[in-house]
């Protein structure tokens, strides 16, 4: 990708991988796209399900409303109380797998209990999955069958692709293992020829494990797990995590950036690393949905 920011940690040796930037680069392209289908009669559209009042969860689908609309992709959010059915979601579900004016459908996780967040997944259209993160979806991943790719780690693989980053042949330690970034970014990482280790709470010597990285991603969920006694030098560090911490302005990632930034050849800083390549990532396959269906 052309014209990227080359821009350097503050007092240190460490590229900042700028996801905000390249995100940006990606919706002018998925612009010119949606014109592309606009003018043929195609409206690419992302159905939200939200259910609940979480706080978060709200924030999430205002941010990618407003980015859908940025690239002029049409976004139907569906709000519902935390007392709804799971009958009643399923329905809903079925009725946007048959409506093909719908070409993506985002179920908003956490989906709160006792409703069954897995069986919904189970009913969604696994070509309406723009989120990736159905067990159809899932399993091509696993089998190299075509299908979309979990937006946080598709995210992940499209800014080290842009930075001209090397992938295969290195050693890749994924720490985290959620269905939705850990295991997905794991496979993706093997399907482009890395060797991979996948690290969780039960990894004995974590931090031994973690130094042997070329390129480290922190998925684990605990702001500033990750420190700079942790990475090997010259690694590249991928900070997937996002926490907010009582008496801090801002979110944090999983890495401590500052001791980090002393030891890494690149890394992404939190905000503007990975969040904006997630949400361009969700927008890139909406418009693919939107272009097979048509």
């Given at each position: 990708?052309?014209n990227?920011?080359?821009?350097?940690?503050?007092?240190?040796?460490?590229?900042?991988l700028?996801?905000?930037?390249?995100?940006q680069?990606?919706?002018?392209?998925l612009?010119?796209?949606?014109?592309?289908?606009?003018?043929?009669?195609?409206?690419?559209?992302?159905?939200?399900?939200?259910?609940?009042?979480?706080?978060?969860?709200?924030?999430?689908?205002?941010?990618?409303?407003k980015?859908?609309?940025s690239?002029?992709?049409r976004?139907v959010?569906?709000h519902?109380p935390?007392?709804?059915?799971?009958?009643?979601?399923?329905?809903?579900i079925?009725?946007?797998?048959?409506?093909?004016?719908?070409?993506g459908?985002?179920?908003?996780?956490?989906?709160?209990?006792?409703?069954?967040?897995?069986?919904?997944?189970?009913?969604?259209?696994?070509?309406?999955?723009?989120?990736?993160?159905?067990?159809?979806?899932?399993?091509?991943?696993?089998?190299?069958?075509p299908?979309?790719?979990a937006?946080?780690?598709?995210?992940?693989?499209?800014?080290l692709?842009?930075?001209?980053?090397?992938i295969?042949?290195?050693?890749?330690?994924?720490?985290g293992?959620?269905?939705?970034?850990?295991k997905?970014?794991?496979?993706?990482?093997l399907?482009?020829?890395?060797t991979?280790?996948?690290?969780?709470?039960?990894?004995?010597?974590?931090?031994?494990?973690?130094?042997?990285a070329d390129?480290?991603?922190?998925?684990v969920?605990?702001p500033e797990?990750?420190?700079?006694?942790?990475?090997?030098?010259?690694?590249?560090?991928?900070?997937?995590?996002?926490?907010?911490?009582?008496?801090?302005?801002?979110?944090?990632?999983?890495?401590?950036?500052?001791?980090?930034?002393r030891v890494?050849?690149?890394?992404?800083?939190?905000?503007?690393g990975?969040?904006?390549?997630?949400?361009?990532?969700?927008?890139?396959?909406?418009?693919?949905?939107?272009?097979?269906?048509?």
């Amino acid at each position: 990708m052309e014209n990227l920011p080359r821009t350097l940690v503050p007092d240190t040796n460490a590229l900042l991988l700028d996801g905000k930037a390249v995100a940006q680069r990606i919706r002018e392209r998925l612009k010119t796209r949606v014109a592309q289908l606009r003018e043929r009669g195609v409206v690419p559209c992302l159905a939200v399900m939200l259910v609940g009042d979480d706080p978060a969860s709200h924030t999430y689908v205002r941010t990618k409303a407003k980015a859908c609309e940025s690239v002029g992709i049409r976004s139907v959010v569906k709000h519902y109380p935390a007392s709804v059915s799971q009958t009643e979601l399923e329905a809903q579900i079925e009725a946007w797998n048959a409506d093909p004016t719908v070409h993506g459908v985002l179920i908003q996780h956490p989906v709160p209990k006792p409703l069954d967040e897995a069986a919904l997944l189970r009913r969604l259209d696994p070509r309406k999955d723009v989120d990736g993160i159905t067990p159809a979806s899932l399993g091509a991943l696993l089998t190299g069958e075509p299908a979309f790719g979990a937006c946080t780690p598709l995210g992940i693989i499209a800014l080290l692709d842009a930075y001209g980053i090397e992938i295969e042949g290195t050693h890749a330690v994924v720490i985290g293992r959620s269905v939705i970034l850990g295991k997905p970014m794991a496979l993706m990482l093997l399907n482009r020829n890395a060797t991979v280790t996948i690290c969780h709470s039960r990894t004995r010597d974590l931090a031994g494990v973690a130094r042997q990285a070329d390129i480290l991603v922190a998925a684990v969920g605990k702001p500033e797990f990750i420190t700079g006694a942790m990475i090997k030098p010259g690694a590249v560090v991928i900070d997937a995590g996002y926490n907010r911490v009582e008496g801090r302005s801002g979110d944090v990632g999983d890495v401590e950036f500052a001791s980090a930034a002393r030891v890494v050849s690149a890394i992404t800083p939190v905000p503007g690393g990975v969040g904006p390549m997630t949400v361009a990532m969700l927008l890139q396959n909406t418009v693919l949905a939107a272009a097979q269906q048509a």
